[in-house]
């Protein structure tokens, strides 16, 4: 069975399957009665602090869009599709109320379930452009002086909404996501038969976490523990340029923070899972652990939509800037001052005659 949007499970009887792997027709079968009333909460909880914070976010950022940083591009992202998810939650919240019965139809769940799964993903990877633009701008000060300009950041954006577009698109245009519990509930998108699993769907669970989070985590981490030593080497300098450099850890510790917290639980597991469905582990009580854990990840999940305009916060700056070595600072030059306090440097700014 695979959770993705539901996290939830209820006891089936069925009759048995002769299969070569056993393990593909088991079912999730521990109790979870406490999601019928915790998950509901949460949801509820999380959709209000999402649409909260995410609208703060939109209407400050909008509001001084003339004074953002390019950076901002990718972070208007985040606050979109953090919205659109929010708005998903109540109907969330409603199935788990309703003991896992699903009353709104095969396309709402549809739709539900790919606005989570695009949630996710599309965020991971809006995340890994924000930590590749501070990357940039640190390690490579001149390149990135030369290429400021939104175009490139604009397209980078459609590139990763019309990836996990196509994606959702090929899977649930495929894919039946609510069936028949043995009770009569409907359950929406999870209770996958066994041919399922044996057929497509555990590669691309798999592939879509190793290619949709796993390998942009790893660039994350990479670069941040790059940019972290780079920083930690420059000298004292002045008050702004430590506190500029504090600004940067912040933003990457921000950023790491919310994809081990939120994301990274719910992808060990459902791979532990879909392994455990395919066969390939065996370990005793493994499915029965995945099935209640996966749980406590769709929540930790869904947390994230209300925690990433922390993102944007840690990225807001003073109008202007008084280095010691350039005199008032801009705006519009809060990037290249980053940039300066990593080579030593202090951006020029151009006058006009």
């Given amino acids: 069975m695979w959770k993705n949007g539901t996290g939830a499970s209820f006891p089936l009887k069925e009759a048995p399957v002769s299969l070569p792997n056993k393990s593909a027709h088991?079912?999730?079968?521990?109790?979870?009665?406490f999601q019928h009333l915790l998950?509901?909460?949460?949801?509820?909880?999380?959709?209000?602090l999402s649409l909260a914070s995410n609208g703060v976010a939109l209407w400050s950022s909008w509001a001084y869009r003339a004074r953002a940083p390019p950076i901002m591009i990718f972070i208007y992202n985040l606050i979109i599709i953090d919205l659109l998810f929010a708005l998903s939650l109540p109907l969330q919240a409603v199935y788990h109320a309703r003991h896992n019965d699903w009353p709104f139809g095969e396309g709402l769940c549809k739709v539900t379930n790919a606005l989570f799964l695009a949630n996710m993903f599309s965020c991971t990877l809006f995340l890994a452009c924000i930590c590749l633009e501070r990357y940039v701008a640190v390690v490579h000060p001149i390149f990135y002086l030369h290429h400021k300009w939104p175009l490139y950041r604009v397209l980078l954006s459609m590139a990763i909404w019309s990836l996990v577009g196509i994606g959702l698109l090929v899977f649930f245009s495929k894919s039946t996501v609510t069936r028949r519990f043995s009770n009569g509930n409907t359950a929406c998108m999870e209770n996958f038969p066994a041919h399922v699993w044996s057929g497509s769907l555990a590669a691309m669970v798999l592939s879509s976490s190793a290619l949709g989070f796993f390998l942009p985590f790893l660039t994350i981490i990479t670069c941040s523990i790059v940019i972290a030593h780079r920083i930690m080497n420059l000298g004292q300098g002045t008050m702004q340029a430590s506190s500029l450099r504090r600004h940067s850890l912040q933003t990457l510790l921000m950023v790491t923070s919310l994809l081990i917290v939120c994301f990274l639980p719910f992808h060990i597991i459902h791979v532990l899972h879909t392994l455990g469905r395919i066969g390939v582990l065996s370990a005793p009580g493994l499915l029965h652990f995945t099935?209640?854990?996966q749980r406590a990840a769709m929540a930790l999940a869904s947390v994230n939509s209300a925690l990433d305009p922390l993102v944007y916060y840690f990225n807001i700056k003073p109008a202007d800037w008084k280095l010691t070595c350039c005199g008032s600072v801009n705006r519009n030059f809060m990037e290249a001052s980053e940039v300066a306090n990593s080579t030593g440097e202090c951006p020029k700014e151009e006058h006009n005659s």
């Fill in 26 to 33: 088991l079912q999730c079968v521990a109790e979870a009665a």
């Fill in 39 to 48: 998950l509901p909460i949460i949801y509820s909880l999380v959709c209000i």
């Fill in 291 to 293: 099935c209640s854990a």
